[in-house]
């Protein structure tokens, strides 16, 4: 599955069109697409023809443990489904404000559709906060739109910088390119900014450009994808051909993907060979996983010590379902500090919770 954050704090530099687009484009080309709607301005779930009165159940209900992501899930289109988001959402930061690992709340809920879609694409709301952090840590790639009309460069620094902190502290690199919008190919100032762009970065620039096209935002208006609304339009064009760079991609991102299961991963990452679950202990002496897929037997699975990384690692298969679980490290029974979501055990403390 391969996760993609459309993400700049700046406002209406067209992070919503695109990513209601693209996600549109791709299923269109057979992929199985999830959109994922982080922006309390809920622009991309009325995009898609959702609206607030609809009243059904949002991403605020996920992050809330209120619902499950797959309870929120809409098909809206052939292969292409919507996680919405509403107003509410805008309450997450606060709801989770002091909660151990509120950053890892998207991609422990990801985790349990991870056979169901081939993409996921998330809006992300203008503004580096709680909700593009947790957009971040699940991402592998990001695109960031740039308006080729404004000072739209001004800012930048910042969400690059964030991306680098999260390489250095998170272990979790960003494939990032960057995507020139709202271009409009008459004016000196869109070529000279195109440029300035291509100095900042390199080869990480989409090679197209979307340009200035009103039927976007009617498509928008009407609660249609373009694909949907106008196949002649360049905004149709525009955003097909950005799909195929991205599907072109797909070779290169999967061997990247296959190396980095190698990596350390905190947590527990679903893979082909079972649930892989993964602890930083470097100073521990044994640490073993009990849950109640095994009784809560402490004396069953043991994790592997990799002296280099002091990551405790241990893959084991288990069907699909949702289950409750912790670690013990020399003897001392904690729940897994990688892992956001938690449930109260009736004996005390907390339990992490899995949902596959
Ligand atoms: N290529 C385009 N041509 C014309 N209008 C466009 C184009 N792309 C986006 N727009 C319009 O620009 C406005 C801002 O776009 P959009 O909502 O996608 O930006 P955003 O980055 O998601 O904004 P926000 O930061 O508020 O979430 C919208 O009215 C949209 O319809
Ligand atoms: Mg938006």
Redesign the pocket.
Known sequence: MRIIAVV?Q?????????AVNLGDCLALHHRRVLLVDL?P?S?ATQAMGIQDKDSQKTMYDVFCDRASLKDIIVPQYENYSIAASSIMVSAVEQQLAGQEGRETYLASALESVRDEFDYVII?C??SIGLLTFNALRCAQEAII?IEMSSFSIQGLGRLLATLELMKEKCNHDIQFRALA???DRRTKFSWELFDEIKRHFGDQVYNTK?????R??EA?REGRPICRFDTSSV?FF?YDQLSKEVLAQEGRVAEKAAASDEQVSLGPIKTKRGVRFTLLAPEAETVRLVGDFNEWNSDQIELKKDKKTGAWTKTILLPEGKYQYRYIIDGQWIHDPNNARTEYCPFGGLNSVLEL
Request: hydrophobic share 25%; glycine share 14%; aromatic share 4%.
């Open positions: 700049n700046k406002g209406g530099c067209g992070k919503t069109t695109t922006d301005q622009n809006d709301p203008p739109p919008t709202i271009f979307m340009h200035v096209c009103v976007l935002k928008a905004g525009d």
